[in-house]
C-alpha cells in the first residue's frame, strides 16, 4: 500500500509502519500535511481509523493499476458505498531543467470571459510545483480553472506535461493537459481552454497615460501598478470590463465600460485586468 496516490483534485501519500497500521497524510501548499491519520487492518480487509470507523479504504488492482478505494456512508447514513478514490503513481525520470525553472512561478489568466462566475471570486493565477516524493510530476494550481492539486506527468516532455490518471466513476474527472506555449519570447501556459501569461513580465501602469492595445484574439490585458503611500484614482476609457487584485491576487475591485476606481494607498503592487473587444485601444490614467 505505501506509495503517492493521486485524484484529480487531492494527493496522498500513505506510509506503512512496523506494527501494521498505515499513516496518511495529504499533500497541500507545497508540503506534507503534519495531521497523519492512523489506519489499521479491520477483520474486513479494510482499513480504518478510531476515530472514523465508518470511513474505510482497501487496495484494489485493476487493469494493471493500483487503486485505493474508499467506503463511506451515503444515502441517509444507512448504508455504505465503495468508490475508486485514488489511483497510486510509479516514480519517473526526475523533472528537467525547464520544468524545475517553472515551479513556484505564477501565470495570469488571459482568455476567460470577464462574465464567467469563477471569475467573481477565484483568483486568475496559475502556479507549478512538485511532490518532493514523487519524481517526473508536476502539480497544477489553477483555481479560475477549477483546478487544485491536480497531477500531470512531465517525464517525456519539455513542453508538454499530461494526464495519467485512470479513475473509474468520478475522481478521474476534468483533467487535463499542461502546454507551454512560446510567445513573443516568452513561455505562456494553456491549461484545458485557459491560457495565462507570466505575471513576471507583466508592463508597470504608467504614472500619467497608459495606452493598452487589445489583440486580434481579444485576450485581456493585464498591468501591475507600483505600490504608493496615497490614495489614487485610476480612469479608463475604451474598456468593457476591468478588475482590480491585490498582490495576492485577490480580487478588490472590478466594474464595467469606461469607469472610475479608487485605489487607496497600498504597500505591495497590485494588478489591474482589463478587458476589451478586439483590437480595442485602451486608456488608462492616474490621479493622484
Known sequence: MAGVYAAADAIYRLQTRADGTVA???YADGIWDDD???LEMRDDGFFSSDAEPLVSYRPVLAQGRHYLTRRTPAGMGHYL???PWLQKLDAKASLSVAWQNRLGRHWLIVNEPASSWLMQYASPSLTLSNVPDLPGYIVINADVKGKENQIADASTSDHVALMCLKIPV???RDLDDVVIIPRAGEEWVRVGSGVFRPAN???PLAADTSVL???TEGYAEWRSI???ATAQTITLSGATVWKLYDSEFTLQAGGDGSDRAQLPAHDR???LLVYGNPNAVIRVSFEV
Do not use: K, T
Open 24 to 26: 496518511m497524510s495529504n
Open 36 to 38: 497523519v491519520v492512523s
Open 81 to 83: 458505498r465503495e468508490l
Open 170 to 172: 468520478a475522481f478521474g
Open 201 to 203: 513580465s507583466v508592463a
Open 213 to 215: 492595445s487589445i489583440g
Open 226 to 228: 507600483a505600490a504608493s
Open 269 to 271: 503592487p497590485c494588478y
